[in-house]
């Protein structure tokens, strides 16, 4: 068993992926920023160690010791502005967390999964990484980018026994969702967030969001062993879209 490492446990694509993987066995630390209560509980139901980080501040260190896994899931959307709207201080959060800090953790991580020769990363992005909308500058950007880091990261790890992929949903039932649906409703875009959210299934052509149960289940194959041909791959999880 490989011992593993899920940035943003206690999001709920965050949490499926934590017990999916414990589940197989594995030795798992995840990290968490806000919600130390769920870090808690989730923790002392799988048997796993959850660590503190900020991924908006370098500084952060992780000492791996065998094969290793690395699930990139930490991820903010503070966007709902359009590209002349979005500030410089939003654009450098954006891409702090949801960029820099999958790349810090490239960086520092990838030297040891060369030298015990495997390797997995998984990055979860989003379909916002394959396209883009209106009010979507900050999260988009920082989204096609982690989509170059995936591809590049990929090719320059391919012989050395290390893969790496990113998976794609549509829209999640998340408190990220949940936050969307607040700064259209603040926009004057949509009148509930019950009416955004509904606006979200409606767009999907299986009519309901994506579980997160499906993003973790794609993320568990990409896992493992038999996964050892797919690399660079952008896995949509979106109901068709």
Request: proline residues 3%; contains cysteine.
């Amino acid at each position: 068993m490989a011992e593993c490492l899920v940035t943003g446990g206690t999001s709920a694509i965050g949490q499926m992926i934590v017990r999916s993987l414990a589940g197989e066995g594995h030795s798992l630390r995840f990290t968490f920023m806000h919600d130390e209560r769920t870090a808690q509980e989730l923790s002392a139901d799988t048997g796993t160690e959850a660590i503190r980080v900020d991924f908006s501040r370098p500084g952060w260190q992780i000492d791996p010791s065998g094969e290793l896994i690395l699930i990139n899931n930490a991820g903010v959307n503070l966007s709902g502005h359009s590209v002349a709207d979005t500030t410089e201080a939003e654009m450098d959060y954006t891409l702090k967390v949801n960029l820099l800090a999958p790349w810090r953790l490239a960086q520092a991580l990838t030297p040891h999964m060369a030298t015990t020769g495997w390797g997995r990363i998984v990055n979860i992005n989003s379909l916002w990484g394959l396209a883009s909308a209106k009010n979507r500058f900050s999260y988009a950007a920082s989204k096609h980018a982690l989509r170059a880091l995936t591809a590049t990261l990929a090719l320059e790890l391919a012989d050395q026994g290390i893969t790496v992929n990113e998976v794609c949903p549509a829209a999640v039932a998340t408190d990220m969702l949940a936050g969307m649906a607040e700064q259209a409703v603040a926009a004057g875009r949509f009148a509930s967030t019950e009416a955004y959210l509904a606006d979200c299934a409606n767009s999907i052509p299986t009519k309901r969001l994506v579980a997160p149960t499906s993003v973790a289940a794609l993320v568990l194959f990409l896992c493992s062993k038999d996964a050892q041909d797919i690399t660079g791959q952008s896995i949509c999880v979106s109901g068709g879209m």
